[in-house]
């Protein structure tokens, strides 16, 4: 089955540093993947997607880079704000299935 | 705000209680899910709507019982849980029930508790 995994569960950056973040997935058919950001207290945030035919995609402080090769997928955040302290976790979908299967996240705390 | 809203934000009940969550969105969305977050476990699909039916059920136990009235609502109706059914249960909201082609929309989620 399908499995979507984080390197680590923890990280802890300095603010003005720059943050990445990791994530592994098993299923070479996955095609579509997506990080979100979880706050205490709140529902999961969309932060940016990818699609397979891509390897990079940038955002606004944030990109994600796509290693199909690898299976590998990373969210760098660019000039880490005490705002940015979360849970940060990835998800894939494969286009011939209807739901996407999301990794156990890391908790990224951004010290001031 | 997310545009979608669920209450209660945090409950707590016995085994032999009967609770409901609810749901809106107020996003003009056609699709939406129930998903369960167990701590340190991965987020888990429960259900999917589209257009108010039923069109994905991840082998939930029928302890758990969707309903989606129409597409602004959804409720999920709960009856002798069990503590392993302790989590926080999110819904969520997209314009379609196509996953790979919409970014879905969560709301804050309920805490629940089963004592």
């Known amino acids: 089955g399908e499995s979507v995994g984080l390197h680590l569960p923890t990280l802890s950056v300095q603010e003005g540093d720059n943050s990445i973040i990791n994530c592994a997935y098993s299923n070479s058919a996955s095609d579509y993947f997506i990080w979100y950001k979880q706050e205490s207290g709140k529902g999961p945030q969309f932060i940016i997607d990818i699609r397979s035919n891509m390897d990079k995609r940038q955002g606004q402080r944030v990109t994600v880079l796509l290693n199909k090769t690898v299976k590998h997928l990373s969210l760098q955040i660019a000039a880490t704000q005490p705002g940015d302290s979360a849970v940060y976790f990835c998800a894939e979908n494969m286009d011939t299935g209807n739901q996407f299967y999301f990794g156990t996240g890391t908790s990224l705390t951004v010290i001031p | 705000e997310t545009g979608v809203t669920q209450t209660p934000r945090h409950l707590v009940m016995g085994m032999t209680n009967k609770k409901s969550l609810k749901c809106e969105q107020h996003?003009?969305?056609?699709?939406m899910y129930w998903y369960k977050q167990s701590a340190k476990k991965p987020l888990e699909l429960m259900f999917v709507y589209s257009l108010e039916e039923r069109v994905e059920n991840n082998s939930v136990p029928s302890r758990f019982s969707p309903e989606c009235p129409n597409s602004s609502h959804l409720f999920l109706h709960l009856h002798t849980l069990q503590p392993e059914d302790s989590a926080l249960y999110l819904c969520?909201?997209?314009?379609?029930?196509?996953?790979?082609?919409?970014?879905?929309?969560f709301g804050p989620g309920t805490r629940l508790t089963v004592t």
């Open positions: 969520a909201s997209s314009l379609s029930g196509v996953v790979h082609l919409d970014e879905q929309y």
């Open positions: 996003l003009g969305h056609n699709a």
